[in-house]
């Protein structure tokens, strides 16, 4: 087998393959062989031996010897590629058949292209790192919400089975109320459609109406008759309603006490699995809070540092790397919507497109920033040499194995976390990229 190759642009490279005659008539034979043992041709049984004549009558020399060509190149296709070095994003598409005995195939083939960066420029460039910090009240706030999603009520003027006292029958702020309402243009005035909201389930001091709303409900009980006058805010949404003053009669149906949840260490062990008390708790959210502003911050300013870095890099990128990219950006969104609850359908039908467009609008954007980056990032590590060490690899596969409270999952990541496992060796790479952006922090 003989080859040659030669580059087309940034991202394709054309190999030329030859092989010698003997091999195509190789080829050909096996290929008149799989049809012997494969086809069904009348008067013969399958599995019979066909003559070769009959074969090529039946099928076709022409498409016989089609056979034999893919045949052959499945063999030295391979072979190919390792002895000019070329290591393909996506197969290599046959560009002609210049010959078949000998044969002689030309491929274009894509590969990875070679990010080209200004080395002056990128040693000018400098990141300022976000700083972040965890306030009280961030973590008070997601207490509140934690304490909101497993709040649920028991109809008020009675004790509830779980024991909650829930005798009170006047409105307090927290209850949930079912009201029917409605607004006019003034006492006794006419109705105004768009303020009639019927057996709507109303939480107090949620927000969910206009300012002054629901404050009108305290105090009040099952089946009175609330009315009163509210004035919409100056910057309202609706243009219509800016500053005006309307009047509601608003009937209240039903009144739900909320139970919200106590913060016992039984509570604690169902959120976190680990039964402690509150103090620790807190500690352990503010901890994740912290996590995950810092890891938001630094995805800022990576993007910014490769935004910096893309305005110095020469850098084309090819059809097939970037519908990989595509692919893989679309399927991390579509698991994203669907653990919310949502389907993918249902969220391409409530953004106005189909799935095609959603990708060419959308994703594509961000699967080509992506790639681009990665890229990048891959010759800048060249360019600067740097490497993580064994030392910062070990303390990487501790952070990672620390998140893990099963004793025998621990084991088992011990034991597989290795050097040459590819979950290593991710690790490994995510370490070297992180000290790579690192580098353009402004000390």
Do not use: C
């Given at each position: 087998?003989?080859?040659?190759?030669?580059?087309l642009n940034?991202?394709?490279?054309?190999?030329?393959?030859?092989?010698?005659?003997?091999?195509?008539?190789?080829?050909?034979?096996?290929?008149?062989?799989n049809?012997?043992?494969?086809?069904?041709?009348?008067?013969?049984?399958?599995?019979?031996?066909?003559?070769?004549?009959?074969?090529?009558?039946e099928?076709?020399?022409?498409?016989?010897?089609?056979?034999?060509?893919?045949?052959?190149?499945d063999k030295?296709?391979?072979?190919?590629?390792?002895?000019?070095?070329?290591?393909p994003?996506?197969?290599?598409?046959?560009?002609?058949?210049?010959?078949?005995s000998?044969?002689?195939?030309?491929?274009?083939?894509?590969?990875?292209?070679?990010?080209?960066i200004?080395?002056?420029k990128?040693?000018?460039?400098?990141?300022?790192?976000?700083?972040?910090?965890?306030?009280e009240?961030?973590?008070?706030?997601?207490?509140?919400?934690?304490?909101?999603?497993?709040?649920?009520?028991?109809?008020a003027?009675?004790?509830?089975?779980?024991?909650?006292?829930?005798?009170?029958?006047?409105?307090e702020?927290?209850?949930?109320?079912?009201?029917?309402?409605?607004?006019?243009?003034?006492?006794?005035?006419?109705?105004?459609?768009e303020?009639k909201?019927?057996?709507?389930?109303?939480?107090?001091?949620?927000?969910?109406?206009?300012?002054?709303?629901?404050?009108?409900?305290?105090?009040?009980?099952?089946?009175?008759v609330?009315?009163?006058?509210?004035?919409?805010p100056?910057?309202?949404?609706?243009?219509?309603?800016?500053?005006?003053?309307?009047?509601?009669?608003?009937?209240?149906?039903?009144?739900?006490?909320?139970?919200?949840?106590?913060?016992t260490?039984?509570?604690?062990e169902?959120?976190?699995?680990?039964?402690?008390?509150?103090?620790?708790?807190?500690e352990?959210?503010?901890?994740?809070i912290?996590?995950?502003k810092?890891?938001?911050?630094?995805?800022?300013?990576?993007?910014?540092?490769?935004?910096?870095?893309?305005?110095?890099?020469e850098?084309e990128?090819?059809?097939?790397?970037?519908?990989?990219?595509?692919?893989?950006?679309?399927?991390?969104?579509?698991?994203?919507?669907?653990?919310?609850?949502?389907?993918?359908?249902?969220?391409?039908?409530?953004?106005k497109?189909d799935?095609?467009?959603?990708?060419?609008?959308?994703?594509?954007?961000?699967?080509?920033?992506r790639?681009?980056?990665?890229?990048?990032?891959?010759?800048?590590?060249?360019?600067?040499?740097?490497?993580?060490?064994?030392?910062?690899?070990?303390?990487?596969?501790?952070?990672?194995?620390?998140?893990?409270?099963?004793?025998?999952?621990?084991?088992?990541?011990?034991?597989?976390?290795?050097?040459?496992?590819?979950?290593?060796?991710?690790i490994?790479?995510?370490?070297?990229?992180?000290?790579?952006?690192?580098?353009?922090?402004?000390?």
């Open positions: 087998m003989q080859s040659s190759s030669k580059k940034a991202y394709t490279v054309e190999l030329t393959i030859k092989e010698n005659s003997k091999e195509f008539d190789k080829a050909r034979t096996e290929t008149i062989e049809i012997r043992n494969n086809a069904s041709i009348k008067g013969f049984r399958k599995g019979a031996h066909i003559p070769e004549e009959v074969i090529v009558k099928y076709g020399e022409e498409m016989i010897r089609e056979r034999a060509v893919n045949t052959l190149l030295i296709y391979h072979k190919a590629l390792q002895k000019e070095g070329i290591v994003v996506s197969a290599g598409a046959v560009k002609s058949v210049v010959s078949e000998p044969l002689e195939v030309v491929l274009d083939i894509e590969v990875l292209p070679e990010a080209i200004d080395e002056k990128m040693k000018k460039v400098k990141i300022k790192k976000t700083e972040v910090k965890t306030e009240d961030e973590v008070t706030s997601t207490i509140a919400e934690i304490e909101k999603r497993f709040t649920h009520f028991h109809d003027g009675g004790h509830s089975e779980d024991g909650f006292d829930a005798s009170a029958v006047a409105i702020k927290g209850d949930r109320v079912t009201i029917d309402t409605q607004g006019f243009d003034k006492q006794g005035g006419k109705e105004i459609p303020t909201v019927a057996a709507f389930p109303l939480v107090i001091g949620s927000g969910s109406f206009i300012p002054g709303f629901e404050e009108k409900m305290i105090g009040k009980k099952v089946g009175e609330v009315e009163f006058d509210i004035t919409f100056a910057d309202y949404h609706s243009e219509e309603f800016k500053s005006r003053k309307v009047f509601f009669m608003t009937t209240i149906f039903r009144i739900e006490k909320a139970h919200k949840p106590e913060w260490p039984e509570f604690i169902r959120l976190r699995g680990v039964k402690t008390d509150f103090a620790w708790f807190k352990v959210l503010r901890k994740e912290q996590a995950e810092e890891y938001q911050a630094r995805a800022k300013d990576e993007h910014n540092l490769l935004t910096e870095l893309m305005a110095i890099t850098l990128v090819g059809p097939s790397l970037i519908q990989s990219e595509i692919d893989r950006v679309f399927s991390e969104q579509k698991h994203n919507i669907e653990s919310q609850g949502y389907t993918m359908k249902d969220y391409l039908s409530h953004a497109k799935e095609a467009s959603y990708k060419e609008e959308v994703v594509k954007p961000e699967a080509v920033r790639a681009k980056a990665e890229l990048i990032l891959k010759k800048v590590r060249e360019l600067l040499n740097i490497e993580a060490t064994e030392e910062e690899v070990k303390e990487e596969v501790a952070k990672v194995i620390a998140a893990y409270s099963s004793d025998k999952v621990v084991d088992r990541l011990r034991e597989k976390l290795v050097p040459g496992d590819d979950y290593y060796e991710d490994k790479n995510r370490v070297t990229y992180r000290k790579v952006v690192d580098s353009f922090f402004a000390v």
